[in-house]
């Protein structure tokens, strides 16, 4: 536009999402958009100008082998073969108007019409879909079984979902297999929620396939919604932990972080001054840092991130302290030594004397995930015999705590991946309200042997290139592993109140985990 002077024709490819708009591809849209708005700009100063908002081409798009192909068909956009948009093409350029939009539509079965289209479109038949303005539907589902109203519901939900897909009615919908593996993605996941909100009338939320993975689930929670009906056990995962007005409080709380944290107050000192606590690869866990690195993604046994959070000082432990031998030291996984520390601390912080729990029903909740320290060994040393299945055992991750402290509550290890320290917290709250504890540890560790996760989530392109999460900003490229352990030491409030232990904070709800079906 700056460039040219004295020409004849000033022609522009542009797109009729920037006309129509398009599901999924708003960035599309605002750029083509943008050369719809230059033409006309260029109109306005007297200079030639003509901007072409096409269709669907059938041989150039890059839609055109893709599932978007065929949903585009199916709500009535046709594709365009070369022989047309040459057509179309020399009649455009024939129409003295800055913006025209070549397009082949089906008019008989356009859906979800956009408002330029609405006169030429015949009006829709009303269907399930439309919606439920006088509440009829409602009032009449209202009145049935619940059993009755829920299987109307699961086939109705159906029926949206084989809409969406392409499928001719619901009766091919499997109403029990998860969403994902009926292919759906996240424009189809949207497609799906804007058509229940129409037919519900009910504001759904976009993470609606997510968080109801399975048809016959999204029927029951939209039995819930709209009637009242019974929260399923597979739709809930919150549960609040105050029972008979006896909250569960924090009373204690200790800490290892990346960044030389080793308290909660550093770990607070970390966050406000807004720190960096990522660094490179630990150079004295015998990984070979020179050839472990890699910016090619597919080079097998790399990783083309080179930087995490660390605790560069994980190796470091006083064994004699704790009344371990250095044999049985070395032979234990580095995450229960680090439980040990970090549990003596969290009674000291709490101003209890560790020692002075032998024998109480205190309880330890433990989450943990690597378990690869013993992994790095191609041969166990024979002085190492009969250390190393306790020292690298998950279970002892949480029982060498009960049984160095003395401690006669539960003693639970969990794994759930991401969320176990999570579901520790959850089931030490449920165990102090059952009364199984009067006291509990509840926390978890992290720490890498191995760098086997960053060349995992190399292959799988899952990792941040440059070592950090960039969560929830436009910058996110994947995940960045970093090392920890933290443990809280909670009791019912009356108990803490009795004991004169400072209250920290209050637990209000916890969560459990589910790995079954979702949609990834």
Known sequence: HELSDGLSAFVLFSSASGVFGSAGQANYAAANAYLDALARQRRGQGLPAQSLAWGLWESASTLAQSADRERLERSGVLPIDDETGLRLFDAALRADVPVTVPVRLRLNRLTSVPPLLSRLAPAPRRTATAGDQDGSWTKRYAGWDPERRRAELVRQVCTVVAGVLGFGDGDQIDAGQAFRDMGFDSLTAVDLRNRLATWTGVRLPATLVFDYPSPVVLAGHLDEVLFGGSRSASSSSAVA???????????????????????????????????????GFPVDRGWDVGRLFDPDPDRVGTSYAREGGFLYGAADFDAGFFGVSPREALAMDPQQRLLLEVSWEVLERAGIDPLSLRGSRTGVFTGLMYHDYLGRMTHIPPELEGHMGNGNAGSIASGRIAYTFGFEGPAVTVDTACSSSLVALHLAAQSLQSGECDLALAGGVAVMATPGVFVEFSRQRGLAADGRCKSFAAAADGTGWSEGAGVLLVERLSDARRRGHRVLAVVRGSAVNQDGASNG
């Open 241 to 279: 932990v105050a029972v008979g007005g006896d909250p569960v409080v924090i009373v204690g709380m200790a800490c290892r972080f990346p960044g030389g944290v080793s308290s909660p107050e550093g770990l607070w000192d970390l966050v406000v001054g807004e720190g960096d606590a990522v660094g």
